[in-house]
């Protein structure tokens, strides 16, 4: 199975929107509403973003939103702030019931 | 606030197995679930390993499915990771989680580096 498709990096400065993309096909992120978001700060374990495409798990700025057309799934973070830099995933699962992840975007805050 | 802890030795040989446990505490893993392994190399994305459900049904990366088994011990409320014939290659931070519907990873263990060395 390949990697999802991510930009390497995305930059915004503080109180700007900025988007990451996430491009599959129509056996994962196509093919299916479950499609989720991770942060991961150097160092630390990824924490959970959102789930099932716009899902926020409880606790998560909605500053972050999730959206998906077609075989691509976005991730929209607004008014940027200093600690949202960090390495982002996304992650999908797929027709042959496997999960697979994008190589991830890193996140720089200007 | 379900909680995951990753223990194992953190260096292996190559061509011998490797060997993980995830502990879970403040959730009993037979209620329900799947929990799963990822794992990140050094400076490098993260990696899907396999899913395990309670019941025992297991699901792999095509890529390491000949050489991982993953397995639950719900007397014990854990579940492990074996990975046979390793290589330098398999040098990474090993996480465990869980994984509702096989979907996505909402609790995650802090990690735990494993070195690939002789």
């Known amino acids: 199975q390949s990697a999802l498709t991510q930009p390497a990096s995305v930059s915004g400065s503080p109180g700007q929107s900025i988007t990451i993309s996430c491009t599959g096909t129509s056996s994962d992120v196509g093919g299916y509403y479950y499609v989720s978001w991770y942060q991961q700060h150097p160092g630390k374990a990824p924490k959970l973003m959102i789930y099932?495409?716009?899902n926020r798990p409880s606790g998560v700025s909605n500053r972050f939103s999730g959206s998906k057309s077609g075989n691509t799934a976005s991730l929209t973070i607004s008014g940027l702030q200093a600690e949202d830099e960090a390495d982002y995933y996304c992650y999908s699962y797929t027709s042959s019931s496997t999960l697979v992840f994008g190589g991830g975007t890193k996140l720089t805050v200007l | 606030q379900v909680q995951l802890q990753e223990s194992g030795p953190g260096l292996v040989k190559p061509s011998e197995t490797l060997s993980l446990t995830c502990a879970v505490s403040d959730y009993s893993i037979s209620s329900g679930f799947y929990w799963g392994w990822i794992r990140q190399p050094p400076g490098k994305g993260l990696e899907w390993i396999g899913t395990?459900?309670?019941?025992?049904?297991?699901f792999y990366n095509p890529s390491l499915k000949s050489r991982v088994t993953i397995s639950v011990d719900t007397s014990k409320n854990h579940f492990s990771l074996k990975l046979s014939s390793v290589t330098a290659a398999d040098t990474a931070v090993y996480y465990c989680?869980?994984?509702?519907?096989?979907?996505?990873?909402?609790?995650w263990g802090q990690g735990t580096l494993v070195t690939v060395s002789s």
């Open positions: 099932d495409v716009t």
């Open positions: 989680a869980r994984v509702p519907g096989n979907r996505y990873f909402d609790y």
């Open positions: 395990i459900y309670h019941s025992g049904n297991t």
